[in-house]
């Protein structure tokens, strides 16, 4: 279980977040929609410790996500929404899979390549797929990298921070297919990002709305 609670970040005099509460079950996928700057990606942000709020905490199980314990942080990944500018374009797909397990400390050279195969398996693409670039991929198949980067650490939560609204409408359903496959395969729970109203609704189990930085109610 995923709880944030009465979170608030400002920036300046600025307000981005305002007392935001929420909780996350094992296996659900629950939908926060807003307009452009109402706060959701700042929210993103803080459950995934890339920003500290300056009031209120996120936990898991119980267990206080804090920057420092490392180990329960990799439980909760993030999927960021551009995957041209999230991937290096010098690398290999190979090599971009590999880099968190790497980080992490996680198997050998040859177990982290066979989990490279595997995390190609589980977003559809061919395991030959990790000697390609970024370049070499549609956008689709770039979102799909950065789906399989995530699930690099076996995380139990995945922020989804508007994951297809920078691909072709034909592409995103396939995508948004993915995640929904990979919620019922490894019970993920995914916390999904978006405008895109109806997109939310069709994917989620519940919605919630923000504005202005706070929860709308009901």
């Known amino acids: 279980m995923l709880v944030v609670d009465d ?21 659900e996928i629950l939908g926060l929609v807003g307009d452009s700057g109402c ?6 942000r803080v459950i995934v410790g890339l920003e500290r709020p300056q009031s209120g905490r996120v936990f898991l199980d119980g267990e206080e996500l804090l920057p420092r314990r490392r180990a329960l942080r990799r439980r909760v990944q993030l999927v960021f929404q551009d995957p041209e500018s ?8 190979g090599r971009t899979l590999e880099e968190p397990l790497q980080l992490a400390g996680l198997g050998n050279r ?23 670039h970024p370049r070499a991929l549609s956008g689709g198949q770039r979102q799909r990298i ?8 076996a995380p139990d939560v995945l922020v989804c921070d508007e994951p297809v609204s ?9 995508v948004m297919n993915v995640l929904l496959e990979l919620r019922d395969e490894l ?16 994917a989620s189990d ?13």
């Open 146 to 153: 950065g789906i399989a980067r995530a699930l690099a650490s």
């Open 7 to 27: 979170v608030r970040v400002r920036f300046g005099a600025v307000t981005a977040v305002d007392g935001v509460s929420l909780t996350l079950a094992p296996g």
């Open 187 to 202: 019970g993920l729970s995914v916390l999904l990002i978006a405008h895109d109203a109806v997109l939310v609704h069709q």
């Open 86 to 93: 999230s991937l290096s374009p010098r690398w290999t797909i």
């Open 110 to 132: 040859a177990e982290r390549v066979a989990r490279v195969g595997e995390l190609l398996e589980l977003v559809g693409l061919p395991q030959a797929f990790a000697a390609r």
């Open 39 to 44: 706060g959701k990606t700042t929210l993103a």
């Open 206 to 218: 519940r919605v919630l709305a923000m504005r202005a930085g706070a929860l709308l109610p009901g």
């Open 166 to 174: 920078s691909l072709d409408v034909s592409v995103r359903a396939q």
